[in-house]
């Protein structure tokens, strides 16, 4: 049972029993204790989206807004020294393959992209394998739904990041009415299904809801209209989504009660400020690395050996 979450509106239950193990042998730079984001932020068990308050900002160790850059830049070392280790590990052909999922969804401006040059941006590029999940093409449509997922999971040893995921087809696609009820109610169950058997062949995921307000996304969008420089982020279509906001709640809410599996579990991000999201964000990936504890490979030649022979060996005229 872990301490109840703040970032609740009202207190509810939160029962997920949860698995502290911080084991890793070693953190690879600093190890400021960081507060137990995995129990924070993670979905209760029974999810009402009125409860859910975008506001909050649990767990966050700075005073304010202003701590924060320095606070998720803090994080950097240790985030991208796992991940170098994650990436290490899995160069072993022998070693059981593993990889991290980071699933990302939200409303427009819920700050998908941001958390990805904000936060992914703290690590490696050649360790990270990213996809913005959009509209389906005719070919991804001539498959079922889940075809284009699987086509876009990270190899061994990668991080990889869905801007929009599988979680799309029981959203839009049910909102828009884009199949009948007998189609999307399945598909719940079909998720979970393709989760699991992704958890037990290495795959950690980590699924993120970026929780806004309404009136965050009018001055969001707002924005994008009021600057030429973000034009290319504005769609016409996202005031048709805004339209149906409380379509989507329901369908999210949904999402969140039904796939909140032990194997892949949901958090719940507090979005409205974006300074919180990316440090929440940044921890969770950190603490997950963490509980994966990869380490470095032992090598496959005799060390002393190859020293010697380095030493020993000139480059042929
Ligand atoms: P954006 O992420 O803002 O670039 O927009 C991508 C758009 O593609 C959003 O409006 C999504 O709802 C839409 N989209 C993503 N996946 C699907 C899907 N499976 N079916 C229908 N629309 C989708
Ligand atoms: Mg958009």
């Known amino acids: 049972m872990s301490a109840p979450s703040a970032h609740r509106r009202h207190s509810d239950d939160h029962d997920h029993g949860h698995d502290h193990g911080h084991g890793a042998p070693e953190s690879p730079s600093h190890a400021r204790p960081v507060p137990d984001v995995l129990d924070l932020l993670r979905a209760p068990s029974t999810v009402r989206m009125v409860d859910l308050d975008p506001d909050a900002t649990p767990g966050y160790p700075g005073k304010d807004k202003l701590d924060a850059p320095a606070l998720t830049a803090e994080l950097a070392p240790t985030l991208s020294g796992w991940q170098e280790k994650l990436y290490a590990e899995n160069t072993q052909p022998d070693t059981p393959a593993r990889n991290l999922l980071v699933v990302l969804q ?15 941006g703290l690590v490696d590029p050649q360790g990270l394998h990213v996809h913005a999940f959009k509209e389906p093409t005719p070919e991804e449509l ?21 801007d929009r995921s599988q979680y799309e087809d029981v959203l839009v696609v049910r909102v828009d009415e884009l199949v009948g009820p007998e189609v999307w109610e399945q598909r719940f169950d079909q998720i979970n299904d393709f989760e699991a058997d992704l958890v037990a062949s ?30 290319w982020k504005y769609s016409t279509s996202d005031v048709k989504t805004r339209r149906r906001w409380h379509d989507y709640m329901g369908a ?7 796939c909140n599996t032990e194997v892949a579990p949901w958090y719940v991000i507090p979005s409205n400020h ?34 010697a022979a380095v030493k020993a060996s000139l480059p042929e005229c």
Not at 150 to 156: A, F, H, I, M, S
Not at 216 to 226: G, I, T, Y
Not at 280 to 306: C, G, I, K, N, Y
């Open 274 to 307: 974006k300074w919180y999201r990316n440090w929440a964000v940044a921890t969770l990936l950190m603490e997950h690395l963490r509980q994966m504890a990869p380490q470095w490979p032992a090598p496959t030649f005799t060390v002393e050996d190859e020293i």
């Open 202 to 231: 290495g795959t950690r995921i980590v699924k993120c809801f970026l929780n806004i307000s309404p009136d965050v996304q009018e001055r969001r969008l707002l924005e994008r209209l009021n600057n030429p420089s973000k034009y």
């Open 252 to 258: 999210y809410e949904d999402v969140l009660n039904r």
């Open 142 to 162: 001539s498959h079922d739904f889940l075809w284009r997922i699987r086509n876009q999971v990270p190899g061994r040893g990668m991080i990889g990041i869905f």
């Open 106 to 120: 939200g409303m427009d401006t819920s700050g998908k992209g941001g958390i990805i040059s904000h936060v992914f």
